[in-house]
């Protein structure tokens, strides 16, 4: 499999991201919606408090897997950190997401919060993500206080997409959330059936702290640098954030 770093660096005034931000949270011309998965969930769909989006159970998208809540003592700002699907069985264990057509393109997220959940401890686990039948990311947590994530942009080669979770013999897998957005066409040209995007870092140029952009098609968030050689004044206009991600070259379907 080859790899491609590409830097994506983005000068936006505010008005212009708002503007696209809103446009882009509105239902695509197909009216298909986010998703929202909360793994593990037993309680009835919730609208986050802090970002104001839907979450359901992810029963109806897997028939495997245990269901888990994080130790107390672990917290999060997000619900959806809260709660875990677990999967002590099986060497695959796959998420199944109707999609409207083939080649729609999404982008896809996956985080994981350990959080002790099986009385262990600090316990090191390791394992593999799939999409379809293409590997994705290998995921590797060491601290289960920590907030681990994957995102990747992949087009559909089927009505519906897999992710799936693959055991390495490294501890047992498990999911906090998985979330898909819709993205136009137009957005990201190098992601084709054959090629997805895998996300490596988003950085906030400048800043001090965490950003989340509440109207975001992809709600994405940028982690801070604090450098002063690149920081705006406090009210400036513009916003400087780096994404830097990995081409993946897909198995011929």
């Known amino acids: 499999m080859r790899f491609a770093l590409m830097f994506l660096l983005a000068a936006v005034h505010p008005m212009l991201l708002l503007h696209d931000y809103v446009h882009g949270s509105e239902p695509d011309n197909q009216g298909f919606e986010f998703v929202s998965l909360n793994c593990g969930l037993r309680d009835p769909p919730y609208r986050d408090e802090v970002t104001n989006i839907s979450y359901v159970s992810d029963d109806a998208y897997i028939t495997t897997g245990e269901k888990h809540d994080v130790s107390s003592g672990y917290s999060s700002l997000y619900k959806s950190d809260l709660t875990l699907r677990s999967f002590p069985s099986g060497d695959w264990n796959c998420y199944t997401i109707p999609s409207p057509a083939r080649g729609r393109k999404y982008l896809v ?3 994981f919060l350990h959080g002790n959940y099986d009385g262990r401890g600090n316990t090191r686990v390791m394992f593999d993500l799939y ?8 995921v590797y947590i060491t601290n289960a206080a920590e ?3 994957a995102e990747a942009i992949t087009v559909t080669v089927a009505s519906s997409l897999s992710v799936c979770l693959r055991n ?3 501890g047992t897998p498990f999911i906090s959330s998985l979330e898909l957005r819709p993205m136009h066409s137009e957005m990201y040209p190098v992601v084709k ?3 997805s995007l895998g996300v490596a870092t988003r950085i906030n140029m400048g800043a001090s702290n965490l950003l989340r952009c509440p109207f975001s098609t992809t709600s994405t968030e940028s982690n801070a640098i604090s450098d002063s050689s690149l920081a705006t004044e406090s009210g400036a206009s513009t916003v400087f954030s780096v994404s830097i991600v990995q081409q993946l070259d897909k198995l011929q379907h």
């Open 109 to 111: 997220r996956a985080r």
């Open 131 to 138: 999409i379809g039948l293409d590997y994705w990311f290998t």
């Open 147 to 149: 907030k681990y994530t």
């Open 168 to 170: 390495t013999g490294h």
């Open 193 to 195: 059936v054959n090629r």
